[in-house]
């Protein structure tokens, strides 16, 4: 599976959005790009996942770039309950997921 | 939907004691379910993958007559940690997924943390 780049870490204001990028330019034409999101001492929690077309949810939006070496998650308005770190994967879901770091996003009032 | 339950939470025990962790999927039949270990400030290791009525596929160094994992059913699979150690205190969380297309994603118990005293 390829591997991701992710900031360490983001502020965000309160109330405005929060855009957080991924660097997967290793990826390979049938891996799909999955975000997550895990709060303190609980498990991950799925966010939305794409192959090449921007994606809409309930909870957030991805951008993919036109060559998929990279996307944006974006959480519209944010909470102080979205603070969270961020994980960026590539994959297939039913194969390995390699876990990077994260971005741990602190979303301040 | 797509809810999966982990139980216990939290275990505190003594060195030697083996512990039992269950995971459930509440409202869908998995055919895959993973286990993970996750270290304090560490990004999630896979441990094993488990398919329902198979044996389990092991990581490398990871030890299987350790980390004995039983997926009898659609819906339970189960992580015993066998003679625990302190150095086996980790964050262990399961992850089940559907059958059906390959992009779809895996979803979550809310982990169990293990101590060893």
């Known amino acids: 599976d390829a591997k991701t780049t992710q900031p360490t870490s983001m502020d965000c204001a309160e109330g405005r959005a929060a855009n957080l990028p991924c660097n997967h330019s290793?990826?390979?034409?049938?891996?799909?790009v999955y975000w997550y999101r895990q709060i303190h001492s609980q498990g991950p929690q799925y966010i939305i996942h794409?192959?090449?077309?921007?994606e809409t949810n309930e909870m957030a939006s991805l951008i993919i770039t036109e060559d998929r070496k990279s996307s944006t998650l974006i959480l519209p308005h944010a909470t102080l309950r979205d603070t969270a770190v961020y994980y960026c994967?590539?994959?297939?879901?039913?194969?390995?997921?390699?876990w990077g770091l994260g971005t741990s996003l602190a979303v301040n009032p | 939907g797509a809810v999966v339950s982990q139980h216990p939470s939290r275990v505190i025990c003594k060195s030697g004691t083996s512990v039992k962790i269950e995971c459930r999927s509440l409202?869908?039949?998995?055919?895959?379910m993973f286990w993970y270990r996750q270290f304090p400030k560490q990004s999630l290791m896979l441990m094993a993958t488990?398919?329902?009525?198979?044996?389990?596929?092991?990581e490398q160094g990871v030890e299987k007559d350790k980390f004995l994992i039983n997926h009898a059913s659609l819906t339970l699979s189960t992580l015993t940690v066998t003679s625990a150690h302190p150095e086996d205190s980790s964050f262990y969380i399961c992850?089940?997924?559907?059958?059906?297309?390959?992009?779809?994603?895996?979803?979550f118990g809310d982990g169990t943390r293990l101590s060893i005293l």
């Open positions: 994967i590539v994959g297939a879901q039913n194969r390995k997921l390699i």
């Open positions: 290793t990826i390979s034409g049938n891996e799909y």
């Open positions: 488990s398919n329902e009525g198979s044996k389990a596929t092991y």
């Open positions: 794409g192959l090449k077309n921007n």
């Open positions: 409202d869908f039949q998995a055919t895959t």
């Open positions: 992850s089940a997924l559907t059958g059906g297309s390959g992009n779809q994603p895996q979803h």
